[in-house]
């Protein structure tokens, strides 16, 4: 062609300055897709120099691992630095890792006019539930519309008087269902995994909607339980009695799919095209995802009825609808009870709310039969503060689980979440020009925070005071953890003596934020507590939980929406 336009001779001319232009666009090209790093930040200098950034690092370490978190987490110890940066892949801009309580603190609680929620969150989120605010950034116009909806689903009355007696209910049929189970296994060990998981999606349904038992998974496992009497169960080559597990009703196997998708999501290069791929080329998701939006209507319309008739508010659903009616009322419209916004802000407390306290649940179960000591002072703690259920030999009520404080439940709780907290990182945006412990950073960085890295599990990496931001210095009034055993799960570090000479539950002991901070931390975090609290509590008052061998009682970890142990056994003896 080039013959053609110029002639053989002049053709033979321009080659070398088409090879020249050729190889300079291609040594340009390779020049801005090289990671460019943040002066100041250290980094990894293979990453730099290389066309995929850390990814080829990251790969391999996911691959020997299974999980990447805790590559995230050694990144700081790796650089001595509080902060660091990588990147994932090539153009990519450098992401940084933030290590340091103090300054974490300060961004999530007081520079949200800096830092908004992380792009990639929002993506993950985005096709699953787009329309729960858990999908949108701090500025975008819709924000404010769903937080006003749901922001009375938090407050100490309406936790105390609709969400504790739903959650108590469902709480004491898991007892219900091991009380069986710890019979039938005559103390030899089974999987507590699954019903965990169910109980903590009863739980979360309950809360929602207020499901019916035709519903709840734990009372269709005791049901078939129930029917098997003493028979002889098969035994696995760990030696754990298996128990069969009923299917799940339709509606709870689409709520499964849809969560393990968002598991998958998060995993994702790209979410938002992920998830469409998914929808069109898996057919059981599609229908999980209309399955779950014709639950939705029918709670609705079943909630609608009841309420029209004069019934209570007994869920999220029904303070959502009665909200929606007042709104409506006073703005002289017709209110919209199907509107994406409520659909998927149903959904989204579903979502963000069964596996996140499952997995702190499982957690827990696994520390108090791996520490027999805490356990012990633990269940003597309950039967101290619930004197009189002891005397009277019944379950601590309700009403005595949320208004009587057992400081080292308190204190077994917040220390199972700090040494193996179920979502160990956090991430933000800069959406401004700005500086983190000195160093510039560009509109547009994103952040993950870790908050199971230094300062967290092991000794804070060194920070000159005159590095950190102005509102960090002046406002910052935490206490910090003893460097010799920050590492090791000992509930007593978060207990002190008051001025009247009690023991007190101390929650500013030390760095911890299992449930991220500020405005845009956990939405759901009060609800985790009185879950977490009422099922724990009713578990260590009804069971003792046997030390398991080391195979069983692993703590090893699997990463999905959370950091879940691969191995959740218990052996259980019926407390008399
Ligand atoms: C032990 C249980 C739980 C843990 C450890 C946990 C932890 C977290 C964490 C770390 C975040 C990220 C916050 C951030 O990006 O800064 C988060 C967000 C969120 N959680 Fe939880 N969570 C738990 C239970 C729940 C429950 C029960 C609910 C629901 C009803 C819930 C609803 C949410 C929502 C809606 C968000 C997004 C908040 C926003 O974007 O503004 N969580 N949670």
Known sequence: MLSGLFGTAQATLYIPFLVISAVTLLYLVYGRALPKPL?????????????????????????????????????????????????????????????????????????????????????????????????????????????????????????????APEIYTKATCLVDLWTLKAKVAAGRPFNADRDIFDAAIDIINAATFGLHDGLSTVKRQLDTLSKVGDAELPLSPDGSVEFAHPPDAPEIAAIHEISLHIGEQLKASFPKISHRYKVLTKPSLAKAISMKD????????????????????????DHILQREMNSAKKADRRPVFHSPRIHDELFGYIVAGHDTSATALKWMIKWVADDQVVQNKLRAALRSAYGAALSERRQPSVTELWKIPVPYLDAVIEESLRVTGPIPVAQRRAVVDTVILGQNIPKGTEIIFINNGPSYLSPSVSVPDSARSESSRAKFSHGHWNPEDMHLFRPERWLRIDENGREVFNPQAGPAMPFSLGPRGCFGRRLAYLEIRIVLALLVWNFEFQKLSEELSSHAVVDSITSAPKKCFVALNRVS
């Open 294 to 317: 014709k639950l939705i209507h029918d709670e609705i319309e079943k909630a609608l009825a009841r309420l029209r008739s004069g019934g209570r508010v007994r869920s999220a659903m």
């Open 39 to 163: 002066s100041g930040i250290p980094y990894d200098e293979n990453a730099r120099t290389s066309l995929f950034g850390s990814l080829p690092e990251i790969r391999e370490y996911v691959r020997e691992h299974g999980r990447l978190r805790p590559w995230l987490a050694a990144h700081s110890t790796r650089h001595n630095s509080p902060l660091t940066q990588f990147w994932f892949g090539p153009f990519a801009r450098p992401t940084l890792i933030l290590s340091d309580f103090q300054e974490t603190q300060d961004i999530l609680l007081r520079r949200s006019r800096e830092f908004d929620r992380a792009k990639r969150s929002c993506d993950c989120f985005e096709g699953p539930v787009g329309n729960h605010h858990i999908a949108m950034r701090t500025s975008d116009p819709r924000f404010k519309g769903n937080k006003e909806l749901v922001k009375d689903l938090m407050t100490p009355a309406f936790l105390h008087e609709v969400s």
